[in-house]
């Protein structure tokens, strides 16, 4: 059994005296990365020490494997929040989300993190409102942070506020609003694309979810399209996701077409009402993989119906 199995000292690779270029865990290695969270609690001294290193990739690299940790990482508290005031805005953000996902016992960092709701930078007001919110919800301050973060003119903002949505499972009205608001008129197609994932997961009424990802069919954007299709496989009312995506069937982007039809198999004996259409596509569509793929939505349906 060598040290690591014994959960005893980390070994002299993390020795932070070795020349920066061999550093294992600047350059992240993901197998370091794994074999320091697997090693648990007794990393956290070596990482906390990290912490104080000049490098900022360093820091931030040492903070996502603190995150990793989890609650393993209680310790390095401390000297997390000290990063919640480093210079560089990534390092903070990262700071901000370590401290939620070590949990309860980061509860004491809650002055620290309300002070960095006023951060000059987007992604770390909408990272700490998202961490006070997992800490100690509810909060008005944070939840308005969040909501701003939703029209902030930087797209990985906007993203961070919809990962926070889904994260915390948010359902407010004026969520709702923010998200069926992207989803649709956000100039970037992964927030759209994300701003409807958001509003499948979360509980929803089928009504609102069908509505919103039926009228991205008609979006600009391919990818929009067939996420909303794909999304439309997941939503547990048949009776109203079944119509939507016969309708998608005659999209004008053949993967949408194949998307659509996948997600009716994935509707099974719910989507019998959808076999006529399924037919048709396997007759008359002009995409091969568009034929293919409605020939097994169609066997999946009457396999399920003749149970």
Not at 98 to 119: C, E, F, N, Q, Y
Not at 161 to 184: D, H, M, N, Q, W
Not at 279 to 288: H, R, T, V, Y
Request: glycine letters at 4%.
């Amino acid at each position: 059994m060598n040290d690591l199995q014994k959960g005893g000292q980390l070994p002299n690779v993390l020795n932070s005296d070795l020349p920066r270029w061999m550093h294992p865990v600047l350059d992240l290695d993901l197998r370091v990365g794994y074999a320091l969270v697997k090693i648990g609690e007794p990393a956290v001294p070596t990482l906390t020490e990290l912490l104080k290193d000049p490098d900022q990739d360093l820091r931030y690299r040492t903070l996502v494997i603190l995150e990793n940790l989890g609650p393993c990482a209680k310790t390095a508290v401390p000297a997390v929040l000290k990063c919640l005031e480093d210079k560089d805005p990534d390092v903070r953000s990262m700071a901000a989300r370590t401290l939620g996902h070590i949990g309860r016992d980061a509860r004491v960092s809650l002055p620290a993190l309300r002070k960095a709701l006023r951060d000059p930078s987007g992604k770390v007001r909408v990272e700490a409102a998202h961490t006070v919110l997992r800490l100690k919800p509810p909060s008005d301050e944070a939840m308005a942070v969040l909501l701003e973060g939703m029209r902030d003119r930087e797209t990985e903002v906007r993203l961070l506020a919809i990962y926070a949505f889904r994260s915390l499972r948010l359902t407010e009205k004026r969520v709702v609003a923010a998200l069926l608001t992207a989803s649709k008129d956000d100039e970037d197609e992964l927030v759209r694309c994300n701003a409807l994932k958001c509003l499948v997961e979360v509980d929803l009424p089928p009504t609102v979810v069908v509505a919103a990802l039926e009228a991205r069919f008609m979006d600009e954007s391919e990818e929009v399209r067939a996420t909303a299709a794909s999304l439309l496989g997941k939503v547990k009312d048949s009776k109203l996701a079944v119509p939507a995506l016969v309708g998608a069937l005659q999209n004008s982007s053949a993967r949408v077409r194949a998307t659509a039809a996948a997600a009716l198999g994935r509707h099974g004996k719910a989507a019998v009402s959808a076999l006529p259409a399924l037919l048709q596509a396997m007759q008359d569509d002009p995409d091969d993989g568009v034929r293919d793929t409605a020939a097994r939505a169609s066997a999946r349906i009457r396999e399920e119906q003749g149970k």
